[in-house]
């Protein structure tokens, strides 16, 4: 659905410019949605960003398992600041152009972070399996160094995919009209605006899918079922509870992004419309990264214990005998 701010040609030359039109379809809810999805950011940045104050102030936080949490919060971070303010500027100043440069950024730095926040929900199921599994090695296990190495390897597994995808796209030519049915710069809303074959683009495009989203995926899954055997094997109720209760929070994350990136990204292009994939794309980009924070701090007993002592101003006393 044109609106009127794009230009009716379709046998332009080049593009020099993109027009995101989040939302388009639906101009009289802007204003409403520009507020909500304002708060839905300050509170994405304020939830995580205490993650990562708690994890770095609190003695009692030092554990493996809170240093990957920190470096989730963040990826959302830094994730909700490439969408967001774009965003924002599509719905308040509907029209204003794009510079390809800066579209490229934008699907850069996402499909990157992507990539960065399948890997690390992966180590962090990792890591519940060698704690629940291996807990007497666990220590020997996850050092300090090789938490490190896997949190670097996770920040850096996106970049090489990210920069290939996104080259190899803004290589092709852009010849219709340039307004992009969404409201981030995308692989597959920028596809539909080349004038060339991209078959072969496509299918490298759907390998790397399905090996970013579904290894990790089956990675996590297979650690869950070793995390399953060993807690269905113990004699005590309270340890079984304890050592799913652990698992509980990173579960629910999982599922929140993994439900909404496979939907999205394993779909037929000709399976949804524009508008569909737009509001799945808010539960990955704004609700998950919005959430994340409240699910591990409201189940977490050692997160709202900090969280407390930084509230009263308390410090640590160490663990209670």
Known sequence: MPESWVPA????????EFILLGFAHIPMLRPLLSALFLAMFLLTLM????????TIWDPALRAPMYFFLRQLALVEICFSLDIVPRLLVTLMWPGRGMLPVSCALQMLLVLALVTSECFLLTVMALDRYVAICRPLHYGAIMSPLLCHLLAVT?????????????????????CGPHGIRHFFCDIAPLLSLVCADTKVFETNVLVATVLVIMVPFCLIAVSYIGVLATVLGMSSAT???????TCASHLIVVILFYGTTGVIHLRPKASYSPESKQIVSLSYTLVTPMLNPLIYSLRNKEVKAALGRVCCGRHWAGPHK
């Open 154 to 174: 996770c920040w850096l597994a996106g970049v090489p995919v990210s920069l290939v995808f996104t080259i190899w796209l803004f290589n092709f030519p852009f």
């Open 9 to 16: 040609g379709t046998n332009q030359s080049s593009v020099h």
């Open 239 to 245: 340890g079984r509870h304890k050592a799913l209760s």
């Open 47 to 54: 939830g995580n960003g205490t993650i990562v104050l708690l």
